[in-house]
């Protein structure tokens, strides 16, 4: 291999490493940006338990924690919407 290769191919190895090291503090300093969730109620019940309906409580601790607290209610990190199913009419939660 002559000189001139060697150092080409040096230098295509050195540009990769300086371009992933980029991508790598780029992405440490510009995180990327919180992803609100919709949370949709669909039970008057007002529990925290596994039976596949969202409560208002569970909603409500899940986008207060930005967490999946309570596995039936999904929660997003940053500004929650919590919204009710066209099912539950214009019933009231006690």
């Known amino acids: 291999m002559s000189a001139k290769a060697l150092i080409s191919r040096r230098f295509s190895t050195l540009l990769i490493v300086v371009m992933m090291l980029g ?17 949709t109620v ?12 969202w409560s208002l409580r569970e909603a409500i601790i899940n986008a207060n924690g930005d967490a999946t607290t309570h596995a039936d209610c999904t929660a997003g990190t940053g500004t929650d919407t919590i919204g009710f199913s066209d099912a539950l009419g214009t019933s009231t939660i006690s």
């Open 42 to 53: 669909t039970t008057l019940a007002d529990n925290t338990s596994l039976d596949g309906q």
């Open 23 to 39: 991508v790598l503090i780029g992405s440490a300093v510009f995180p990327t940006r919180a992803r609100a969730a919709s949370i």
